[in-house]
């Protein structure tokens, strides 16, 4: 079974500065989604960006990138010139790519300081 | 409204009661999805359904109960609920082998 793991439960960032939120994950297959979401204190869970396995190019979303080491299994989300909004619960996931099914690390809480 | 609704957006509820918590979307996507969130776990699966009438077993699908008569419905049964069920529940859709899921609200339910 695949797992995701988040080894930061809290991470802060000064306004303006660079975080990086580390994710990483575990299995066999070769053909996978990672994706990052945000979960703002409305609950609301927001897709702030996608990566395919196959790709090796690093998936880049506005202010929003990613570090995708496959041998490593490692898929980190950088966020720059953060923003006060930027401030929520920042969920890693995985997906089969001929699954269904989303596999979610714990989460890390970012807080953004002004 | 087109999306992915859930009701009720909050829940209390009693030890041993029956609990309904309905995920409701406007997309036609055939894959739908209950997940709970908990403090250090992030979101489980419970339990999916890959169209009307076919559902199967998610990470945590114990005390729930799922139906799916219509394409667009999926409610969620506790059908005696405990403690250890207070968490927030969301629902999500998607189309099969389409990498992004959609998701609902979310209703936090709290048991007493």
């Known amino acids: 079974a695949q797992t995701v793991t988040q080894s930061q439960p809290e991470m802060s960032v000064q306004e303006a500065e660079t975080v990086t939120l580390s994710c990483t994950y575990d299995?066999?297959?070769?053909?996978?989604?990672l994706f990052w979401y945000k979960q703002p204190p409305s609950r609301q869970m927001i897709l702030v960006i996608r990566q395919e396995a196959y790709k090796q190019q690093n998936a880049t979303e506005n202010r929003f990138s990613v570090n995708f080491q496959k041998a490593a299994k490692s898929f980190s989300l950088k966020i720059s010139d953060s923003q006060l909004g930027d401030a929520a619960m920042y969920f890693c996931a995985y997906r089969s790519k001929y699954g269904n099914k989303l596999v979610f690390g714990a989460g890390t809480i970012l807080r953004v300081k002004s | 409204d087109a999306g992915i609704t859930q009701s009720p957006r909050y829940k209390i509820t009693e030890t041993g009661r029956q609990v309904t918590l309905m995920c409701h979307q406007t997309w036609s996507h055939s894959y739908m999805f209950w997940y709970r969130q908990d403090l250090g776990h992030g979101l489980r699966l419970i339990y999916y359904s890959a169209a009307a009438d076919i559902t199967d077993k998610g990470e945590v699908p114990d005390g729930y109960v799922v139906s799916r008569s219509k394409t667009e419905n999926f409610p969620l049964t506790l059908e005696s609920a405990t403690r250890s069920q207070t968490s927030v529940y969301f629902c999500a859709s998607s189309e099969p082998l389409e990498p992004e899921q959609f998701f609902g609200p979310g209703t936090r339910l709290t048991v007493l």
């Open positions: 299995t066999s297959e070769s053909d996978y989604y």
